[in-house]
């Protein structure tokens, strides 16, 4: 049966409305389908093998106390004995010097004011001399600087030089010991008491770990750490005085600080440098309640072998090593490589662990910032940016027409 006109109508109006709806879309679809941006693809991260290390064993001592850290790492790594306040002699000088610099400031180099020397501290001198301690000679008339001040009282470890060295920052020895009991709680060193600033007195007592923080505080001082590590020196009017630490130079050590007295026995807060692969490490270190000075150096040195070798350099990741990957649906491929060489110095078995923060990646280019690594060694965190090793293409026009879904 023909076909009405009707009809005929109808077919041509379907066919040239579905023309330009094929053609309407097709304007649509292709630009969308061709410039359309790609879904990201999401990182495969690789697992994570934590370098292994050890600690070697540390020979410590059966008397006192014995304590051990390091600048830059937290607290004490590695302690024995006694953990409570002992009388710590003259240590106490250490933090007499540190009060005193903070009221009266000294640069390396500089000798500051000059100090009249008069009979008050010539009975100083009488005094110390009548109950023992530890003096280095004195005159009326002559003047010091603030400077030799603090070389008597360091390095010849002199008492009544200690004594004259606050009597002339602050008045008097009352005046000074408030303020050297708000230093060390400023500077958190709670656990330790004070009642004079010669160290002879059986009330200026310590733990180790307090005395291990002092002796950073010392180190990190330029004037102080010189001072304790010089071996000698001149004084004008009362001539050449010795360190009585008789461990520096020896095995690394360059200070910090004796103390001998009956009730503490022999003492002595001490730095090394040592140089583990292509980093040097200062260890800090307390011992307290020795015998004598030549038992307590034998001690010391048979800790600090072991100590040295309980650290090591732990290479944590090369540049260009790959921690996750990357596979697009198009078939490029991709890896996320760390930026940097990083490197650290762990003590013993301190704990690393990974986490690798990779983001999803789609058409970018090589070298672009792709992520993080963080590596938390101990307490602290190491980050090392992660780039890609190479470029991600665009997948191209005719992938792009017969993978739409893969595009939204």
């Known amino acids: 049966m023909p076909l009405s006109r009707r009809q005929i109508l109808r077919r041509r109006r379907v066919t040239v409305f579905g023309g330009l709806a094929t053609i309407l879309a097709g304007a649509f679809y292709l630009p969308l389908t061709l410039l359309a941006p790609v879904s990201p693809v999401a990182a495969e991260v690789s697992p994570y093998e934590a370098p292994e290390q050890g600690i070697t064993d540390l020979a410590f001592p059966d008397f006192g106390a014995t304590a051990v850290g390091a600048v830059g790492f937290p607290g004490i790594l ?20 540190l009060v005193v610099l903070d009221a009266k400031p000294l640069e390396v180099g500089e000798s500051g004011p000059k100090v009249a020397i008069t009979a008050a501290d010539v009975a100083l001198w009488h005094k110390q001399v009548a109950q023992n301690g530890s003096v280095a000679p004195v005159r009326a008339g002559i003047s010091l600087t603030e400077k030799e001040l603090i070389d008597l009282t360091l390095i010849k470890s002199a008492n009544n030089y200690s004594e004259t060295l ?41 733990t180790s770990a307090d005395l291990i923080e002092l002796g950073k505080l010392a180190l990190a ?14 004084v004008p009017w009362i001539g050449p005085i010795k360190n009585s630490n008789g461990l520096l130079g020896v095995d690394g050590v360059h200070g910090i600080k004796t ?14 440098d040592y140089t583990v692969g292509s980093k040097t490490v200062t260890v800090v270190g ?9 038992v307590l150096n034998k001690n010391i040195r048979k800790l600090l072998s072991g100590v040295a070798e309980s650290f090591h350099e732990v290479q944590l990741v090369t540049k260009g090593e790959a921690f996750a990957s990357y596979t697009t649906a198009w078939g490029d491929k991709a890896q996320a490589i760390a930026a940097a060489d990083s490197s ?41 940016p992660l780039e890609l090793s190479r470029t991600i293409d665009d997948p191209g026009p005719w992938w792009r027409l017969t993978n739409p879904v893969e595009l939204f």
């Open 344 to 384: 650290v110095l762990l003590w013993g078995d301190t704990p690393v662990s990974l986490l690798v923060q990779a983001d999803e990646v789609g058409i970018s280019t090589k070298g672009a910032t792709v992520g993080e690594l963080r590596f938390a060694v101990g307490e602290s965190t190491v980050k090392v």
């Open 78 to 97: 590695a302690s024995s004995g006694d953990t409570g306040p002992l009388a710590i002699a003259s240590i106490t000088k250490i933090i007499t010097v």
């Open 166 to 206: 606050v009597n002339w920052a602050f008045g008097s020895e009352k005046a000074y010991l408030p303020i050297a009991r708000a230093w060390l709680t400023e500077n958190r060193l709670t656990h330790t008491a004070l009642v004079d600033s010669t160290g002879f007195a059986p009330g200026n007592r310590s």
């Open 259 to 272: 103390g001998t007295t009956d009730d503490a026995g022999a003492c002595l807060l001490f730095a090394a």
């Open 286 to 294: 307390v011992m307290l309640g020795g015998k004598t000075h030549p």
């Open 221 to 234: 001082h330029p004037v102080v750490s010189s001072i304790v590590s010089t071996k000698a020196q001149d």
